[in-house]
Nanobody
Framework: VQLVESGGGLVQAGDSLRLSCVAS????????MGWFRQAPGKEREFLAG????????DCAPSVKGRFTISRDNAKKTVYLQMDSLKPEDTAVYYC????????????????????WGQGTQVTVSS
């Protein structure tokens, strides 16, 4: 599967953004999906994950209550709604996919994902 993110940009603190990740080349509902980010000089950080059928999600404590993951299997798209953005949210944001597994499984560790998008930059100014 190929993954392409979009929706990043430059925003002010307190603003919202919705990132999208469109999949192609395979049956999207066969993949559990996740969102990660990486800031300069920092390790890649898990943000949110969603099961193949969208029934289960998990969110990192650092963004819980501000970020929401969702998916539309008919559109082959996973979304990350980001609200109340802060300057420390500035990073490159990546979507990732992992094939198969329990339809309700949520994957939270980067080493289990084997498909990655190219990333989209999010910059939050103060």
């Amino acid at each position: 599967v190929q993954l392409v993110e979009s929706g990043g940009g430059l925003v002010q603190a307190g603003d919202s953004l919705r990132l999208s990740c469109v999949a192609s080349g395979s049956t999207f509902s066969n993949y559990a999906m996740g969102w990660f980010r990486q800031a300069p000089g920092k390790e890649r950080e898990f943000l949110a994950g969603i099961s193949r059928i969208g029934s289960d999600t998990d969110c990192a404590p650092s963004v819980k209550g501000r970020f929401t993951i969702s998916r539309d299997n008919a559109k082959k798209t996973v979304y990350l709604q980001m609200d109340s953005l802060k300057p420390e949210d500035t990073a490159v944001y990546y979507c990732a996919g992992v094939f198969g597994g329990n339809p309700k499984m949520v994957v939270t560790t980067s080493d289990r994902y084997n498909y990655w998008g190219q990333g989209t930059q999010v910059t939050v100014s103060s």
